[in-house]
């Protein structure tokens, strides 16, 4: 009886293949997304997007199952699409549904398996971030080529390959960045965030990722579904978490939903949507204006409000309207479907200010009604610390912020002298303004990313300062995010395709092998041994990031914080002048009363040979103080007593 079930299975999913239009491929007469769903889950209906690609939909229906029937059959705009709402009953067991798909053409039904499983807790296991985690961020095109058999797909748009380009694909894969875990580890690393890894069957410039064109399909060239489960298993292996890259604000021009949307108001466009070019663009859309202060200014022009949310990030992607219902059904869904498939343990979402921001609202509440401990950060790209708080009161189910505004203060702390409102001092009233933030420990922390230039960079490859940022990073308020090849000196200051450079080692034949330390410069070498320091600092005291916090007004260019709890005390020292400088010592009272000596935990250059001119000879007389180097990072432990 099974085996005779499983044989009509195989011949129902041989009825609804085609033969497709591109080199062999088959294309699926019927399209249903979500692909599969569970019983068992917190909501008790799913809507499934039913596409006929070849006919006009006529009705659904759905042949007799157990506990699970259909609550409504909607015509969407588009005849080729149905909107089916499934109500599965809390009872309901996992089985295979037969959905009856009648065009208008021909009188039988295409007949559609539909599956509902099991749900599988472990993959649940490892679910949120905290403090006390360390991101890891990789451009899986440019990270490590796992499997060189997947670098071209035939059928897929763009091509090419070719290392040298920078906006060419490289062949970078899952299964490349699966077989380097470890060194992640190394690094400190609890999580790792991709770049987007689904379908972008783009033109040109496939490999960024955010231009996706299936929402249900993880790009060939990264390996497929199987690439990305094996990936989420290798990591929750480990204790590692996943982070995926989601992107509700727009899709690429080549996705079905631009040239052939479920309804035209699923897109930010004009009626009959013009052709793209052989790069995928799109001539002149209306382009967003950027301008994120429409979204709170009392006096904005409706225009100029209506042009920021609506208009397109860019000319190869469409802009999503998810004011449209069943278009924000399909995203909520998506991202359930993500996690509860995958194991996906946190959400960093792309251009999080730009999409209707209500809907963001429905879409990250929906998911902590399914995900109570799911963690979903934004990027939220702002320039001062009141619209960072905007865009976090707007959300109260938004966990967690990209923190710009900290990224801008570590660019005026460790590029520009210390000036009464400059400098160190910017850096410590942008820590002060975490008054105005619900949960700042669940900031994403960063010194450089994607789309910026790399960090050694900013600091014109000063040894000293780069150090000094990296010891910052590991160990500041909130969660630190590593960008990868920072920690080997990645130095391109500008250009995208430049900045996401392959991954020393990452190749077959490279000579370079940061995994392996192989051929690395001094300079590399040095800086990758601190960064594993720093991670090894950071785990050996997980006051950092979980204690009490204290920050120091600078003075003599010297800033300082420390974290504290009954255990230790550790306190961070930075000194941004060219003088051996110190700090007070009677400045730590009365706090460091509950603690025993300090002993120096880590120091970028040892203070006592750095010193010029002064010493601590001069300063020390009459005062005690803590010395630091010029341009140098000092931390020190003090035991609880
Ligand atoms: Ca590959
Ligand atoms: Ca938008």
Request: glycine fraction near 8%; aromatic fraction near 12%.
């Given at each position: 009886?099974?085996?005779?079930r499983?044989?009509?299975?195989?011949?129902?999913?041989?009825?609804?293949?085609?033969p497709?239009?591109?080199?062999?491929?088959?294309?699926?007469?019927?399209?249903v997304?979500?692909?599969?769903?569970?019983?068992?889950?917190?909501g008790?209906?799913?809507?499934?997007?039913?596409?006929?690609r070849?006919?006009?939909?006529?009705?659904?229906?759905?042949?007799?199952?157990?506990?699970?029937?259909?609550?409504?059959?909607?015509?969407?705009?588009?005849?080729?699409?149905?909107?089916?709402?499934?109500?599965?009953?809390?009872?309901a067991?996992?089985?295979?549904?037969?959905?009856?798909?009648?065009?208008?053409?021909?009188?039988?039904?295409t007949?559609?398996?539909?599956?509902?499983?099991?749900?599988?807790?472990s993959?649940?296991?490892?679910?949120?971030?905290d403090?006390?985690?360390?991101?890891?961020?990789?451009?899986?095109?440019?990270?490590?080529?796992?499997?060189?058999?997947?670098?071209?797909?035939r059928?897929?748009?763009?091509?090419?390959?070719?290392?040298?380009?920078?906006?060419?694909?490289?062949?970078?894969?899952?299964?490349?960045?699966?077989?380097?875990?470890?060194?992640?580890?190394?690094?400190?690393?609890?999580?790792?965030w991709?770049?987007?890894?689904?379908?972008?069957?783009?033109?040109?410039?496939?490999?960024?990722?955010?231009?996706?064109?299936?929402?249900?399909r993880?790009?060939?060239?990264?390996?497929?579904?199987?690439?990305?489960a094996?990936?989420?298993d290798?990591?929750?292996?480990?204790?590692?978490?996943?982070?995926?890259?989601?992107?509700?604000?727009?899709?690429?021009?080549?996705?079905?939903?631009?040239q052939?949307?479920?309804?035209?108001?699923?897109?930010?466009?004009?009626?009959?949507?013009?052709?793209?070019?052989?790069n995928?663009?799109?001539?002149?859309?209306?382009?967003?204006?950027?301008?994120?202060?429409?979204?709170?200014?009392?006096?904005?022009?409706?225009?100029?409000?209506?042009?920021?949310?609506?208009?397109?990030?860019?000319?190869?992607?469409?802009?999503?309207?998810?004011?449209?219902?069943?278009?924000?059904?399909?995203?909520?869904?998506?991202?359930?479907?993500?996690?509860?498939?995958?194991?996906v343990?946190?959400?960093?979402?792309?251009?999080?200010?730009?999409?209707?921001?209500?809907?963001?609202?429905?879409?990250?509440?929906?998911?902590?009604?399914?995900?109570?401990?799911?963690?979903i950060?934004?990027e939220?790209?702002?320039?001062?610390?009141?619209?960072q708080?905007y865009?976090?009161?707007?959300?109260?189910?938004?966990?967690?912020?990209?923190?710009?505004?900290?990224?801008?203060?570590?660019?005026?702390?460790l590029?520009?002298?210390?000036?009464?409102?400059?400098?160190?001092?910017?850096?410590?009233?942008?820590?002060?303004?975490?008054?105005?933030?619900?949960?700042?420990?669940?900031?994403?922390?960063?010194?450089?990313?994607?789309?910026?230039?790399?960090?050694?960079?900013?600091?014109?490859?000063?040894?000293?300062?780069?150090?000094?940022?990296?010891?910052?990073?590991?160990?500041?308020?909130?969660?630190?995010c590593?960008?990868?090849?920072?920690?080997?000196?990645?130095?391109?200051?500008?250009?995208?395709?430049?900045?996401?450079?392959?991954?020393?080692?990452?190749?077959?034949?490279?000579?370079?092998?940061?995994?392996?330390?192989?051929?690395?410069?001094?300079?590399?070498?040095?800086?990758?041994?601190?960064?594993?320091?720093?991670?090894?600092l950071?785990?050996?005291?997980?006051?950092?990031?979980?204690?009490?916090?204290?920050?120091?007004?600078?003075?003599?260019?010297?800033?300082?914080?420390?974290?504290?709890?009954?255990?230790?005390?550790?306190?961070?020292?930075?000194?941004?002048?060219?003088?051996?400088?110190?700090?007070?010592?009677?400045?730590?009272h009365?706090?460091?009363?509950?603690?025993?000596?300090?002993?120096?935990?880590?120091e970028?250059?040892?203070?006592?040979?750095?010193?010029?001119?002064?010493?601590?000879?001069d300063?020390?007389?009459?005062?005690?103080?803590?010395?630091?180097?010029?341009?140098?990072?000092?931390m020190?432990?003090f035991?609880?007593?």
């Open positions: 009886m099974k085996n005779g499983w044989a009509f299975l195989g011949l129902l999913i041989a009825l609804m293949v085609m497709g239009e591109a080199f062999g491929t088959k294309v699926l007469k019927v399209v997304d979500p692909p599969n769903w569970w019983v068992g889950m917190p008790n209906t799913v809507e499934l997007l039913v596409e006929h070849f006919g006009d939909i006529q009705k659904v229906t759905l042949e007799e199952a157990q506990g699970v029937r259909i609550f409504k059959d909607e015509p969407a705009q588009n005849p080729h699409y149905h909107y089916v709402t499934l109500v599965i009953e809390p009872q067991p996992a089985q295979t549904l037969q959905l009856n798909v009648y065009d208008t053409k021909s009188k039988r039904p007949l559609v398996p539909y599956v509902l499983e099991a749900r599988d807790p993959r649940r296991s490892h679910m949120g971030l403090s006390r985690d360390l991101i890891y961020l990789v451009t899986p095109d440019r990270f490590a080529n796992g499997n060189p058999s997947n670098d071209r797909i059928g897929l748009a763009e091509q090419s390959l070719d290392r040298s380009q920078g906006y060419e694909r490289h062949g970078g894969d899952l299964e490349g960045l699966t077989a380097h875990l470890d060194f992640i580890a190394s690094l400190g690393a609890t999580a790792v991709t770049m987007p890894i689904l379908e972008n069957d783009m033109p040109r410039a496939s490999y960024h990722g955010y231009a996706i064109t299936n929402h249900y993880v790009d060939p060239r990264f390996g497929g579904f199987s690439a990305y094996d990936y989420a290798a990591l929750h292996a480990k204790g590692m978490k996943l982070v995926m890259d989601m992107v509700p604000n727009h899709f690429g021009t080549a996705h079905r939903f631009y052939n949307p479920p309804d035209s108001n699923w897109i930010n466009a004009w009626p009959g949507q013009p052709k793209t070019d052989k995928g663009e799109v001539g002149e859309p209306l382009i967003t204006n950027h301008r994120y202060a429409t979204m709170y200014d009392p006096y904005a022009a409706p225009s100029d409000k209506a042009q920021f949310t609506d208009g397109w990030f860019v000319s190869s992607m469409v802009d999503v309207n998810q004011r449209d219902r069943h278009c924000a059904q399909y995203l909520v869904q998506n991202a359930i479907w993500w996690i509860e498939s995958i194991g343990d946190a959400f960093r979402v792309d251009t999080w200010i730009y999409p209707d921001q209500s809907f963001l609202n429905q879409w990250s509440t929906a998911i902590h009604a399914v995900y109570p401990d799911f963690f950060f934004s939220s790209w702002v320039h001062n610390e009141h619209s708080q865009f976090l009161d707007q959300h109260p189910t938004l966990d967690g912020a990209a923190d710009f505004m900290m990224y801008q203060a570590w660019k005026e702390a590029e520009k002298p210390t000036s009464w409102n400059g400098g160190l001092n910017h850096f410590y009233m942008n820590l002060a303004a975490d008054y105005l933030y619900r949960e700042p420990e669940n900031f994403v922390v960063f010194l450089d990313n994607h789309d910026e230039g790399r960090f050694f960079a900013k600091v014109k490859e000063d040894k000293d300062l780069y150090k000094m940022g990296l010891a910052m990073l590991y160990t500041m308020r909130g969660i630190p590593l960008f990868y090849g920072t920690e080997v000196l990645m130095r391109a200051e500008s250009d995208h395709g430049a900045m996401r450079q392959d991954m020393f080692g990452g190749w077959e034949g490279d000579t370079k092998n940061a995994f392996t330390g192989e051929n690395l410069t001094g300079d590399e070498a040095e800086a990758l041994a601190f960064v594993r320091e720093l991670a090894d950071r785990t050996a005291h997980p006051v950092i990031g979980t204690g009490s916090l204290r920050q120091w007004a600078p003075y003599d260019d010297v800033y300082a914080y420390a974290w504290y709890n009954e255990e230790e005390l550790v306190l961070v020292l930075v000194n941004r002048s060219e003088m051996l400088q110190k700090f007070a010592a009677k400045r730590l009365p706090l460091v009363a509950d603690y025993g000596q300090p002993e120096i935990l880590l970028t250059k040892p203070a006592h040979v750095e010193s010029k001119g002064g010493g601590p000879a300063w020390t007389e009459g005062v005690q103080g803590y010395p630091i180097a010029p341009n140098g990072l000092t020190y432990r035991p609880g007593k």
